[in-house]
T-cell receptor
Framework: DSGVTQTPKHLITATGQRVTLRCSPR?????VYWYQQSLDQGLQFLIQ???????AKGNILERFSAQQFPDLHSELNLSSLELGDSALYFC?????????????FGPGTRLTVT | GENVEQHPSTLSVQEGDSAVIKCTYS??????FPWYKQELGKGPQLIID???NVGEKKDQRIAVTLNKTAKHFSLHITETQPEDSAVYFC?????????WGAGTKLIIKP
C-alpha cells in the first residue's frame, strides 16, 4: 500500500459527459502528479501540482483540468469525454517539487467511456 | 527537451536467467534515473534509482548501471523469478520534470 488513495476505482460514462477523479496524497507529500495509461501503453504525464500551485504540464488536453486543494488532495476533471479517453488514470505523490523524488502511485481509476 | 528510449518493448527469459533492459536519454543535464516496476492491476513502484555521480548501484538481485558519456543506463535482474514478471519503466530527469520510457514487458518462462 503506497499511502496514495484514488476514488473511484472504476467509472463508466458516456461520450460527451464530464467526470471528476479524486486523489489523496501520502501524508506529508506536497506534490501530486496525474498520469494517463491507455491499454498496453506507457505512462503519459498530464500535470503536476506542488503545494496548491501548478508546477509542470505534460500532454494534457484542453478538455482536462486539475487542481490541488489546501488540504493537498487533488482532482482531475475530464470533460466532453471521447471514446479515446478510456484509460487508467493514476495519481502519484512525492515529498518535494523537483523530479528527483520518489513518486508513490495510487491504485488508479479505470475510466470507460461508452 | 529530454527524450528517453527504452528497449526491448517485450523481453521473455527463462526462470533463473538474467534480464537486461536498456534506456537511452538525450539531455546531458539529466542527473536522476529511476526504474519503476508495474505489476498487473497496480500502479508503478520504484525499485531502484541512480544519480549521475554514481556509475552502478545494486540491491540484491537488481542492479542499475549508468554510462554518462554514452547517455544510457540499464537495469539488470539476475536469477529471475516468476514474481519478476511485470512492466518495467525507466525514466530520466534534470530535476525539473521526469521523462518516462515506453516500458518493457518482462515475461518469466517457467
Amino acid at each position: 500500500d503506497s499511502g496514495v488513495t484514488q476514488t473511484p476505482k472504476h467509472l463508466i460514462t458516456a461520450t460527451g459527459q464530464r467526470v471528476t477523479l479524486r486523489c489523496s496524497p501520502r501524508s506529508g507529500d506536497l506534490s501530486v502528479y496525474w498520469y494517463q495509461q491507455s491499454l498496453d501503453q506507457g505512462l503519459q504525464f498530464l500535470i503536476q501540482y506542488y503545494n496548491g500551485e501548478e508546477r509542470a504540464k505534460g500532454n494534457i488536453l484542453e478538455r482536462f483540468s486539475a487542481q490541488q486543494f489546501p488540504d493537498l488532495h487533488s482532482e482531475l476533471n475530464l470533460s466532453s469525454l471521447e471514446l479515446g479517453d478510456s484509460a487508467l488514470y493514476f495519481c502519484a505523490s512525492s515529498e518535494g517539487q523537483g523530479a528527483g523524488y520518489e513518486q508513490y502511485f495510487g491504485p488508479g481509476t479505470r475510466l470507460t467511456v461508452t | 527537451g529530454e527524450n528517453v528510449e527504452q528497449h526491448p518493448s517485450t523481453l521473455s527469459v527463462q526462470e533463473g536467467d538474467s534480464a537486461v533492459i536498456k534506456c537511452t536519454y538525450s539531455d546531458s543535464a539529466s542527473n536522476y534515473f529511476p526504474w519503476y516496476k508495474q505489476e498487473l492491476g497496480k500502479g508503478p513502484q520504484l525499485i531502484i534509482d541512480i544519480r549521475s555521480n554514481v556509475g552502478e548501484k545494486k540491491d540484491q538481485r537488481i542492479a542499475v548501471t549508468l554510462n554518462k558519456t554514452a547517455k544510457h543506463f540499464s537495469l539488470h535482474i539476475t536469477e529471475t523469478q516468476p514474481e519478476d514478471s511485470a512492466v518495467y519503466f525507466c525514466a530520466a530527469s534534470n530535476n525539473y520534470q521526469l521523462i518516462w520510457g515506453a516500458g518493457t514487458k518482462l515475461i518469466i518462462k517457467p
